[in-house]
C-alpha cells in the first residue's frame, strides 16, 4: 500500500467530517481554501505515482467545485496528454493558460499537444511561452528546439537547442537534436561533434545512434551507418526508424537480398506497417520477382490507401506481368493521388507504348515534360517515341534538347548516339506514324473511374483480412 498518499487521504476524511463538508453546510473562506490545496496535492501524487485515473477523477471533482482553478485545469491537461487524448489536453490546456496565464508548465504541456496534433505554429508559441516564465527549463527548451526543427526554422532550433545545453550540458536528449539541427542546417561537423557529446555522457542512447547513421549516410559512409545502426537497433530492437533506414541503405547500394530481409523484420514487429509492404513490395520488383511484389503492393494499398508510390510500384509490376487493364487501374490511382508527379505520367506512357498506343504515349510525356522540362530523361523518352512513329524532324529537335541539358550525362550521351544513327533517314511519315491511335491516354482513362465512391471497394483491395474502408492508412 502507498502509506505516502494514505496519510493525505485520512487527513482529507478528517478535514472533511471536523468541518462539515456537504452541500448543506456552508465553510469558512480558509476552510474551502485548505481543504482545496489538500485536494490538489493529493491529486498531485496521484499523478506522480502514475496512477492517472485517480488522479483525474480527483482533478474533475476539484473543477466542479472550483472552476476557477488553473491548476486543476492545467493538471487535467497534463492527465490527457499522458494517456493520449491530445484533443482534450488542447482544449484543457487552453482553460488552464486562461485561468492562470503565468503557469509555465500549463504553455509547456499545451504546446506539447499542439505538436502532436501538428500545429506546428500554434505549439512554437506555447512553447516560447512557457520558456519565457521558466528560463531555467532545459526540457522546455528542448521540446521548443524540437518543433521549430519540425518548422525547418533550423537557426532557430539551434538557439532553443543550444540554451537547453547551457542550462544542463549532461542532457543527451538536447545534445543530440542540437547535433542534428546542425545537421539539417548544413554543419555537419558541429553535429558530428554534439552527437559525439551526447554518446559520451550516454552511450545508451540508441536515438544518438541512429542519428549519427543518418549522417554518415549523408556523407557517403553507408558502412559505418550500417554499424551505427546495428548499434542503435541492439540497444533499442523496436526503433523501427533505425531498421527503416538500414533497409533503404541495403536497397540503394543493390543489396537487395538484406533489404528484403530487413523489411520482413520489420513486418514479423509491426504486422500492418505499410511502409514495410510498400518497400519489400519493391524490392521483389528488382529481384525479378513480379508476382509476389503484386501481393505486397496490394497490401501497402489497403493499409495505406491514400499512398500514390504504392500504386505507381504495383502499377509498374503488372504492367511486366502483362496484365494491362489492372495495371492502368493502378497507375490511374497514382496521378489521381499525386497528379503532378512526372514519374507516374511516364509510367502510363510506358503503359501506352506495350499496347503500341502512341499517341497516348506521347501524350502522357508532353505532360510529364510539362511537369518536369528540364529532365533528360524524359525529353529522352520523347525523342525516341518520335524515332519509333517516323517522326524524325520532331526526334532530332528533341534529341538535340536532351543532348543540350545533359551534355556529360548518361541521358544526352544516348540522345547524341540516337542524333548519330538518325542522319541521313528520310522524312516522317506523312500519315502521322504507325500503330493503334484510336485513343489519347486521357480518353483511354476515361473508362476508369478516378477514384472510390464513398462506401465502394477499392479494386485493387484483394486480401480479405483488410476492410474495405480503408483502415490503417499511415
Known amino acids: 500500500m502507498n502509506y505516502r498518499i494514505l496519510i493525505p487521504l485520512c487527513l482529507l476524511l478528517a478535514a472533511g467530517c471536523g468541518t462539515g463538508v456537504g452541500p448543506e453546510t456552508e465553510q469558512e473562506p480558509s476552510e474551502r481554501r485548505a481543504l482545496l490545496e489538500g485536494k490538489l496535492r493529493l491529486a498531485r501524487e496521484y499523478l506522480e505515482a502514475g496512477q492517472a485515473g485517480s488522479a483525474e477523477a480527483l482533478f474533475r471533482e476539484i473543477r466542479e467545485t472550483a472552476p476557477e482553478s488553473g491548476e486543476a485545469a492545467a493538471g487535467l491537461a497534463r492527465v490527457y496528454l499522458l494517456t493520449g487524448r491530445t484533443g482534450e489536453a488542447i482544449r484543457m490546456g487552453q482553460a488552464a493558460v486562461r485561468l492562470d496565464p503565468r503557469r509555465p508548465e500549463a504553455w509547456e504541456d499545451l504546446g506539447r499537444a499542439q505538436a502532436r496534433e501538428n500545429r506546428l505554429d500554434e505549439a ?11 528560463p531555467g527549463n532545459a526540457a522546455g527548451r528542448n521540446e521548443l528546439g524540437a518543433v521549430l526543427g519540425r ?11 543550444s540554451e537547453a545545453v547551457a542550462i544542463d550540458p549532461q542532457y543527451p536528449e538536447a545534445l543530440s537534436n542540437l547535433g542534428m539541427a546542425c545537421f539539417r542546417a548544413g554543419r555537419p561537423e558541429r553535429a558530428e561533434e554534439f552527437l559525439g557529446r551526447a554518446l559520451a555522457v550516454n552511450p545508451s542512447y540508441a536515438k544518438a545512434h541512429l542519428n549519427r547513421a543518418v549522417i554518415r549516410r549523408e556523407a557517403g559512409e553507408n558502412e559505418a551507418a550500417l554499424e551505427s545502426l546495428a548499434e542503435a537497433l541492439r540497444l533499442d530492437p523496436d526503433l523501427l526508424a533505425a531498421s527503416s533506414l538500414a533497409g533503404t541503405i541495403y536497397f540503394e547500394t543493390g543489396r537487395f537480398e538484406e533489404a528484403r530481409d530487413v ?13 514495410a509492404y510498400l518497400r519489400l513490395g519493391e524490392t521483389a520488383i528488382r529481384l525479378g520477382d513480379y508476382a509476389e511484389a503484386v501481393k505486397l503492393l496490394e497490401k501497402a494499398a489497403a493499409l495505406a490507401p491514400r499512398e500514390p508510390e504504392a500504386y505507381a510500384l504495383l502499377g509498374r509490376a503488372r504492367l511486366v506481368l502483362g496484365d494491362y487493364e489492372q495495371a492502368g ?9 499525386d497528379p503532378d508527379n512526372p514519374a507516374h505520367h ?26 518536369e522540362p528540364q529532365n533528360p530523361e524524359i525529353i529522352l523518352e520523347l525523342g525516341l517515341l518520335y524515332l519509333r512513329i517516323r517522326q524524325p524532324d520532331r526526334a532530332r529537335e528533341t534529341l538535340e534538347e536532351a543532348a543540350g541539358i545533359d551534355p556529360e550525362g548518361e541521358a544526352g550521351g544516348r540522345a547524341r548516339a540516337e542524333l548519330e544513327r538518325l542522319e541521313g533517314t528520310g522524312r516522317a511519315d506523312p500519315a502521322g506514324g504507325a500503330g493503334k491511335q484510336e485513343h489519347f491516354w486521357e480518353t483511354v482513362f476515361q473508362r476508369i473511374k478516378l477514384g472510390p465512391t464513398p462506401g465502394e471497394r477499392n479494386p485493387l483491395v484483394t486480401d480479405p483480412e483488410i476492410g474495405e474502408d480503408g483502415e490503417g492508412e499511415q
Not at 487501374?329 to 493521388?337: C, D, R, S
Open 151 to 161: 518548422l525547418e526554422l533550423y537557426d532557430e532550433a539551434i538557439a532553443a537547442f
Open 124 to 134: 512554437a508559441r506555447a512553447l516560447r511561452k512557457a520558456a519565457e516564465l521558466d
Open 346 to 371: 511516364r509510367l502510363a506512357s510506358q503503359l501506352f507504348l506495350a499496347q503500341d498506343r502512341w499517341r497516348e504515349a506521347e501524350s502522357a510525356l508532353v505532360r510529364a515534360r510539362e511537369i
Open 329 to 337: 487501374t493502378a497507375i490511374l490511382w497514382a496521378l489521381n493521388l
Open 263 to 275: 523489411y520482413r523484420a520489420i513486418i514479423d514487429r509491426v504486422p500492418d506497417f505499410a511502409p
